[in-house]
């Protein structure tokens, strides 16, 4: 058994209504306990909606890997590279970067990598229980095609994939396909993706559609959802937590901070200062000819393309600036470039949805889940990186388990608040 839970003779306040804030707030209402919601702005902001909606635990590892260094380094000097880092937005971005450096070792990744493999191990399950009460019934099960720009590329990452097979978080690879067979499987796919294969079983889903079922089915079960409620202050004493905004004041039994990329500031009044950055993600919509019947997954162009109903969504690019939501208009035309020779039939000047979003970004590439040092009544579920939509639900289910002293049957040591890999 866990620890013993805190009371619910109070809500439980979660702070932030975000993937990770409604996905533990659902599990703590199936629970039975009360729950009450605080978002800074709407249902779903930050990088919430806007995402590339993959849900692939074979893409759950540490950014923070061995030869990173160089990759970012080299990604970050090259006009229209997939990295954008710009040092000059603050010193907070300069030890983010230095700690990011020292973390890039062998040991480091294979601790973070095992840390986070427990968590995605139980992704699938969680989104077929989730599908089974009506949330997200809309995902699509048919599997990612790679499409690289050479044989060599598409056999390394191939090769790649063999330990995410061996630890249950893929299913094997097909065979390597050349360039007319992978315009056969997708018409759509384009002259730049000279090889390819096809990854079976990996999903995708609206991750907009997702949030506002999960918003949904949060209103049936009488959790109220506040927006435009900005907690400003959190308070605990012996008898609960107290939050504080515009909106008054909330007392409750506990309290979660699960405000994406912005939990950093409630993060440091509470006295935990951290290194969580903001890297923003982009996205837009076109109309292609044709729709692909698979994700796209472009691993050259660190693009990925998804079929969202009548659109297709074409996410990328990683822009570290110290901002939160500024829209840097010159990162889109670096996608669409990045992107064109691999998808033909389309008018890459008529776009849609243009979008960008903070990631919350953690220097060891992995979140922080659990309580606040020194603290029993706050807990945090922030520092997703790039992976929220894929955690989501296995991190609501954890702080669900955590809050109410149950064993969540998982290792979360490597992911506790106060490790020294995140803190400034």
Request: overall charge neutral.
């Amino acid at each position: 058994m866990g620890e013993p839970g805190v009371s619910t003779d109070r809500p439980v306040i979660v702070v932030g209504a975000g993937l990770v804030g409604l996905c533990t707030a659902y599990y703590l209402r199936q629970r039975g306990a009360e729950v009450l919601v605080l978002e800074r702005e709407r249902v779903g902001s930050g990088a919430s909606r806007g995402n590339a909606g993959e849900v692939c635990p074979s893409g759950v590892e540490p950014l923070a890997a061995p030869g990173m260094v160089r990759e970012s380094i080299r990604s970050g000097l090259r006009p229209g590279g997939a990295l954008s880092f710009r040092p000059l937005g603050g010193a907070a971005l300069v030890r983010f970067a230095a700690r990011f450096a020292s973390l890039a070792n062998a040991r480091d990744y294979e601790r973070g990598f095992t840390a986070l493999a427990g968590l995605a191990r139980r992704t699938y399950d969680l989104y077929d229980g989730l599908a089974a009460d009506g949330i997200g019934t809309h995902i699509r099960r048919d599997g990612y095609l790679y499409c690289c720009s050479s044989p060599v590329s598409a056999r390394d990452h191939r090769a790649s994939l063999d330990r995410f097979v061996r630890e249950g978080l893929a299913q094997a690879p097909g065979p390597l396909l050349g360039a007319e067979e992978l315009r056969q499987m997708e018409p759509a796919v384009g002259d730049g993706a000279r090889a390819g294969f096809l990854l079976p079983r990996e999903r995708w889903i609206d991750p907009s559609r997702f949030v506002d079922d999960l918003a949904a089915a949060l209103a049936r079960m009488g959790v109220p959802v506040l927006e435009r409620a900005e907690v400003t202050g959190l308070r605990e004493d012996a008898d609960g937590v107290l939050a504080t905004g515009a909106f008054g004041h909330e007392a409750g039994s506990a309290a979660v901070i699960a405000g994406g990329a912005r939990s950093r500031e409630l993060l440091a009044a509470l006295g935990l200062r951290t290194l969580l950055q903001p890297g923003k993600g982009y996205s837009f919509s076109v109309s292609p000819e044709v729709m692909p019947s698979h994700c796209l997954y472009l691993p050259d162009a660190h693009v990925g393309v998804t079929p969202m109903g009548g659109r297709l969504r074409v996410a990328g690019t990683m822009q570290m600036d110290g901002t939160y939501d500024r829209f840097d208009r010159r990162r889109i035309p670096a996608v669409v470039a990045a992107v064109t020779p691999y998808v033909r039939g389309v008018d890459w000047e008529v776009r849609t949805d243009e979008w960008v979003g903070p990631r919350p970004m953690t220097p060891d590439g992995l979140p922080m889940l659990g309580v606040l040092p020194g603290r029993t009544r706050m807990f945090v579920a922030a520092g997703h990186n790039m992976i929220g939509l894929t955690l989501a639900p296995t991190t609501g289910k954890a702080m669900a388990d955590l809050i109410l002293g149950d064993d969540p049957g998982l290792d979360l040591s490597a992911m506790a608040p106060g490790r020294a890999a995140v803190r400034a």
